[in-house]
Structures are given as structure tokens and as C-alpha cells.
């Protein structure tokens, strides 16, 4: 079921796009050479708990999962790009890594992504990386009342295949509210001026991501983490946007 958020219910998303964003900033920084993965996991554990938030992910256990996730982070590292279960694994230099991240305060959730790359970085992972972030900018701005959702996904296919990247569609954006995925669900590729009419106060999150090589994905033996079948590199970017009468809002901007 789709629901429409009213004004006062988006003013009440705000906190939540808020600290969402505050934890990937200070998670961002934190991601350096050295930097345990259960480290960072554990910084956003304490984070969330100083604010009085809960996790959205600790217990979560859908269908693709082999058990309840366990932990409050996703860290995905070079291979792997989507659902990383952070382990114990000491971040290296020149490894790229996704922190996704969503959690619930006041009964209202917000979900967001960022890819970093820790000490030296590679062109091709800058690229690969500002590619999600275009494609990211890209569906946000279709994000607007009276536009479809296809016109949402279609604008982040055109810029991940014109980076001559190719779009997996197993995985994409999902509605949020009251729960972290809802519906609509909103794939990363699709035909303009199709599918769902965008209405004021829809909330969904728009989550481009990309493999540099591929875009075929395997489950790892964690039960959780998305890698690319060829051993490429991955990079994911994410903002909880809402529709409006004017322009879109990203309840979870950074900076």
C-alpha cells in the first residue's frame, strides 16, 4: 500500500533524515586506513542510543536474508555493494567502502548511503563513484508531482549506462514512513512517463548502485552481503526524498 505523508507527518521525518545524515557524516570520517568494520558499527550503535533512535536494521529479516542482520550498519567493501554484515576486517588503503544506514526516531524512519574511498583512491573507483551520486542528483530532480516513477528510474539508467556502466534491477528504492521498505518500489532503470503518478507526500528512497564491470551479483556465504559475480568494485549512494507541490526535499542532505 502507498501512503501519502501529510505536511505535519514530513516535518515529523525531519529528526529522523537528520541524524541519519549525522551518523554518515562522523562514519565517513571515521573510515580510515585501520578503522575496524565492527568499529564503525559500533560507533553508529552508540550513536544510536545517545539519540534515543532505534535501528532499523538489528532485527530486520526478509526473505533474502539468511537470519535477523544483527547489526545497526551495512559496510560493504570493494566487492561487495549492497547488505555488507560488517565483520571483522580492518580497513586498507585504497579500499572502497558503502555505508548504508537507517534507523527510526519517534516512530519515523530515514534510510541513506554513502561510498567512501579509505587513503588512496583509484580513478575508476572515483568514477564509479560519482557516477551513483549523478544518477542520485538525476532521479531526484524527477522526483516532483505529476512525474512518474518510471521517469524517477529511467533518469538514473541514462546516467549509469552513459558512464557505460550497466544496471542491475534485483535490488532498488523502496517507499519509507512508519517502516524502513515500503512500497512503491523504485527500480533503478525504467521507461519515462510510465508507472506511478507522483503525488505531494509521497517519501521514497532512491538508492543508485553500481558495479564497474558487471551487473551480476551473488549472495556471500554470510548469508547477506551483495557481491559482483566478476570480483569488480562497487559503490552505492542513497537520500530519503519527499515529493512536494515544489521542489523535491532530501530529508537526509549531508553537510
Known amino acids: ?28 570520517a571515521e573510515a580510515a586506513v585501520g578503522m575496524n568494520l565492527l568499529e564503525l558499527d559500533a560507533i553508529a550503535h552508540r550513536m544510536i542510543r545517545e539519540a534515543g533512535a532505534e535501528s532499523c536494521y538489528i532485527d530486520y529479516h526478509p526473505s533474502f536474508g539468511a537470519m535477523p542482520f544483527g ?3 551495512c559496510t560493504s567493501v570493494n566487492d561487495a555493494v549492497l ?24 516512530g519515523w524512519v530515514a534510510d541513506s548511503a554513502v561510498t567512501v574511498i579509505v587513503g588512496t583512491p583509484r580513478p575508476q573507483d572515483e568514477q564509479l563513484i560519482r557516477t551513483t551520486q549523478a544518477a542520485l542528483d538525476a532521479a531526484v530532480q524527477q522526483a516532483r508531482t505529476g512525474m ?14 552513459a558512464a557505460g556502466y550497466s544496471v542491475n534491477l534485483e535490488f532498488g528504492g523502496h517507499g519509507v514512513g512508519r517502516t524502513m521498505h515500503g512500497d512503491p518500489h523504485v527500480p533503478n532503470d525504467g521507461r519515462p512517463h510510465r508507472g506511478l503518478k507522483l503525488k505531494p507526500g509521497l517519501v521514497i528512497a532512491i538508492e543508485p548502485w553500481l558495479l564497474e564491470t558487471t551487473n551480476r551479483i551473488f549472495t556471500d556465504p554470510d548469508g547477506w552481503t551483495l557481491r559482483s559475480q566478476d570480483g569488480s ?17 532530501v530529508l537526509t542532505a549531508r553537510g
Request: proline fraction near 5%.
Open 71 to 73: 547489526k545497526v550498519l
Open 233 to 249: 568494485r562497487g559503490a552505492h549512494s542513497e537520500h530519503t526524498v519527499v515529493v512536494t507541490d515544489g521542489d523535491p526535499i
Open 1 to 28: 500500500m502507498i501512503e501519502l505523508r501529510t505536511p505535519a507527518e514530513i516535518e515529523a521525518m525531519r529528526p529522523a533524515g537528520r541524524f541519519v545524515a549525522s551518523v554518515l557524516e562522523r562514519l565517513a
Open 83 to 106: 547488505h555488507g554484515l560488517p565483520f571483522d576486517y580492518r580497513l586498507q588503503d585504497g579500499d572502497v567502502v558503502s555505508l548504508d544506514f537507517a534507523a527510526s526516531v519517534d
Open 148 to 161: 512518474r516513477l518510471g521517469d524517477v528510474s529511467a533518469a538514473i539508467g541514462d546516467v549509469c549506462r
